[in-house]
């Protein structure tokens, strides 16, 4: 931890050494942003092809208005479902540019998250946390959360994804009339419920 801080005070001191210099010279320093956002895409892909070259069994659970139903899923079904988070990448460069980056080190689950936040309030994909193992720096759990609206009906989704296990995607459905639904699912091939 000590050394964290005498790396930062140093970048600090260098950073603010390059604003004054060229604040004496009549210049702003502009610093590029470089950065890259996480991009999920290649992580779903490979979780895909993980169960694809395995033969796990593959089943749905899903919980809707109080009733549970679970079937089994087959390997293009499955890979349907994970379309959902294929779809919600959002580490292109149109994409990214909408998003703020922060980084923590979460004690209390081992992690280190990686959280975009939309700097638009309406953008569709609300938030994104990626934990990584704080050991390895290994995908340990993606979650989205979106807002949508399809029709007169507005849909709030909540995808998780456990690496190597299991993943949900759960809707709430809400219309301007009133009318309510929540919709469970579950899809898992490695993991103990």
């Known amino acids: ?50 169960v694809d070259l395995r033969n796990f069994p593959i089943y749905k659970i899903t919980v809707m208005d109080g009733k549970k139903d679970s079937v089994s899923l087959s390997k293009e079904d499955f890979s349907r479902w994970a379309g959902v988070f294929l779809d919600k990448d959002i580490s292109g460069p149109e994409k990214a540019a909408g998003y703020k980056e922060s980084v923590f080190n979460d004690l209390s689950t081992g992690s280190i998250t990686i959280n975009y936040s939309p700097l638009n309030g309406e953008a569709v994909i609300q938030n994104v946390d990626i934990l990584l193992a704080q050991e390895t720096s290994q995908v340990k759990r993606i979650l989205i959360k979106s807002v949508y609206n399809h029709g007169d009906t507005m849909i709030t989704e909540l995808c998780s994804w456990k690496t190597d296990k299991s993943f949900q995607v759960n809707r709430s459905y809400t219309t301007k009339s009133g009318y309510q639904k929540t919709e469970l699912n579950t899809i898992n091939w490695n993991d103990t419920p």
């Open 1 to 50: 931890m000590k050394q964290i801080r005498v790396a930062f005070l140093f970048l600090l001191i260098i950073i603010l050494g390059c604003q004054s210099r060229n604040a004496k010279n009549g210049k702003r320093a502009s610093i590029a942003d470089t950065a890259k956002y996480f991009a999920t895409t290649p992580f779903i892909k490979s979780q895909i092809q993980y």
